[in-house]
């Protein structure tokens, strides 16, 4: 296939489209190169850091109207971490989990672990998503609000019937920060802050309900054998103390509270919901009049407006079109890994620039067009 050069007018301002890490803005890196970067080299348990993770915390407090009552919590080791955080210290008896794709699975084997009860699993076809169901016996239900492996989207939402004490937990990953929701809605709402909220990874947070904070507490007093480094009793107290078990990485939390900051001053998530919906939106009534894409999530109600995925016609080797996109500077939007679909990915996170979007989709179009 011969070199495509693609004309400067289709290329987009900011080339990253990834739905792993996401583009950071210039400006949190400037403000990092200034402020953040004094922080570097320097102990998370002294004041100047002991603060940054303050505002970071008071800053997504804003951000997700929480509630009296609920805290904001953080441990080091990302959202596969937590997963073992709930597994050892928020899981008892039964679970109930949606699985929408990869990472939705990943949990569901997560909290598959030798001293609980098997779970109820219930299995969406990819591009599709099912619903929690009410289930007697069940202290957890547990969902990604969005898959990010498939670009589809769950409600944030608790079931009528739940046993009493029976707690709801959100995988917010891909969402928080993009997507607005209902904190009463739900009792564990976590995340890493690599996506939406245009950081880096390696740690996590989780905005917990009073029922939550309890269970955790209560768990932990008891015989279960927990490592501390999985230990929400330990995050939990080590959060109210603004630091972390372990030594966080600085940068990570700088340019989180940098993304947290900025949203908060733009109109907050109801702004950030906005943005990415309008974003998401160009993408799919692009896709809908293409001669050669379409939407992979069918039902419009299940289509992410954060992670969008199009397949492509068998006529079309999206591959190489992503391979043409990348020589040209526009990276990271191959398809999902496992899923194995003549596809791209494409994220619109609350950093994703409309304009940016548009002049992708122009570039797309360039592309196939010359590959014919």
């Known amino acids: 296939m011969p070199d495509i050069q693609i004309p400067a007018e289709f290329l987009p301002q900011d080339g990253r489209f990834g739905c792993g890490p996401s583009r950071i803005r210039h400006a949190q890196i400037d403000a990092f190169a200034t402020e953040g970067a004094r922080l570097m080299g320097t102990s998370h348990r002294q004041a100047p850091v002991k603060n940054l993770v303050k505002r970071v915390q008071e800053g997504l407090f804003e951000l997700f109207h929480a509630p009296e009552g609920y805290e904001i919590v953080q441990g080091v080791g990302g959202s596969t971490a937590f997963w073992d955080v709930a597994s050892f210290s928020l899981a008892e008896g039964k679970s109930q989990l949606l699985v929408h794709g990869e990472f939705g699975a990943k949990f569901a084997n997560s909290l598959s672990a030798p001293w609980l009860e098997a779970p109820s699993v219930i299995k969406a076809d990819a591009g ?106 330990t995050a939990i107290d080590n959060s109210r103390l603004n630091q972390t078990l372990n030594t966080p990485a600085i940068a990570t939390l700088f340019l989180l509270a940098e993304q947290v900051d900025w949203i908060n001053g733009q109109g907050g998530l109801a702004w950030a919901d ?70 791209l990915r494409i994220a619109t996170f609350t950093a994703t620039e409309l304009a940016d979007v548009k002049a992708l989709t122009n570039a797309i179009d360039f592309v196939v067009a010359a590959m014919n």
């Open 128 to 233: 599709s998503r099912s619903e929690l169901k009410t289930e007697s016996g069940v202290s957890a239900y547990a969902y990604p609000q969005n898959e990010t492996s498939t670009g589809v989207v769950a409600p944030v939402a608790r079931i009528a019937g739940a046993d009493s004490g029976a707690l709801f937990l959100t995988d917010a990953t891909s969402a928080a920060g993009g997507i607005d929701f209902d904190p009463t809605e739900t009792d564990v709402y976590y995340f890493a802050p690599q996506k939406n909220f245009a950081s880096d990874g390696g740690i996590w947070f989780a905005l917990m309900s009073p029922a939550a904070i309890e269970r955790a507490e209560r768990i932990a007093a008891s015989d279960r054998y927990i490592p501390e480094f999985l230990s929400l009793k």
């Open 274 to 343: 906005a943005r990415t919906r309008e974003a998401s939106n160009h993408i799919y009534a692009w896709a809908e009049a293409s001669e050669f894409a379409t939407p992979f999530v069918g039902n419009v109600q299940h289509r992410s407006q954060v992670v969008t995925t199009i397949d492509f016609a068998d006529s079309v080797d999206a591959a190489a079109v992503a391979k043409t996109l990348r020589a040209n500077s526009i990276v990271d939007v191959e398809p999902y890994r496992k899923l194995g679909r003549n596809q």
